[in-house]
Every structure is written in structure tokens, then in C-alpha cells.
């Protein structure tokens, strides 16, 4: 399974960017599918959630400004981030779940995408 990350870049503070997840090569349903973050110098922190029946959970710091979706067909997910904050800088990950079994599902992540926002 392969779990690329696109959409990353460098914005003001109070712009907006969109990020996208695309998982493949997988002959299993994808499960849930979820973006994390981490900055430099900080521990991972998760930012959204989203299940593939389309149960939505947020961070507490991202929840107003931040929507996550997904396309299933198309194996992908998105995160709309607006309101940006220089507090949002840092490299954003796609972990992907893989519903082999009830008692199989491992998780796959992407290499990330860098997130830069200047105040």
C-alpha cells in the first residue's frame, strides 16, 4: 500500500490550503482514514479523523477552521484548512487503515507534506 501526501506549502497567516491523501495498491476496503502533524521540536498531534461510513472527529485546535472529506472511490482524502495560524506550521501526515479482517487492520502512513504558515 502506498500513501502519498500532496497540498503542502507556504501561506500567509489567515489563508487557506488543501490537502489531499491518496492510498493504493491496497486489494482491501480502506478503513479509516486520519491527518496528523507534528512540528519541530513537538510530539505528534492528531488533527482529523474520518471513518468510511463518514464519521468525522477533529483536534481540539483545528475544529472550526479545518474540514476533512473523502472520495472513496477514488481512495483519497482531503483536509481543507482555513484560518491558517502560524501555530499550524508543520509537516502533515496521512495514516490509512486497511480493513484486511476484524482482526487485521494495520495502519499505513505517507511521507508527509510540509505546511508553512507565516504570521
Known amino acids: 500500500v502506498e500513501v502519498v501526501e500532496t497540498g503542502g506549502g507556504s501561506v500567509q497567516s489567515g489563508g487557506s490550503l488543501r490537502l489531499s491523501c491518496l492510498a493504493s495498491g491496497s486489494p482491501f476496503n480502506i478503513g479509516t482514514m486520519a491527518w496528523f502533524r507534528q512540528a519541530t521540536g513537538k510530539q505528534q498531534e492528531f488533527v482529523a479523523s474520518i471513518t468510511s461510513g463518514g464519521n468525522i472527529y477533529y483536534g481540539d485546535s483545528v475544529k472550526g477552521r479545518f474540514t476533512i472529506s473523502r472520495d472513496n472511490a477514488k481512495n483519497t482524502m482531503y483536509l481543507q484548512m482555513s484560518n491558517l495560524k502560524p501555530e499550524d506550521t508543520a509537516v502533515y501526515y496521512c495514516?490509512?487503515?486497511?480493513?484486511?479482517?476484524?482482526?487485521?487492520?494495520?495502519?499505513?502512513w505517507g511521507q508527509g507534506t510540509r505546511v508553512s504558515v507565516a504570521s
Open positions: 495514516r490509512v487503515n486497511i480493513d484486511i479482517s476484524s482482526a487485521n487492520q494495520p495502519d499505513f
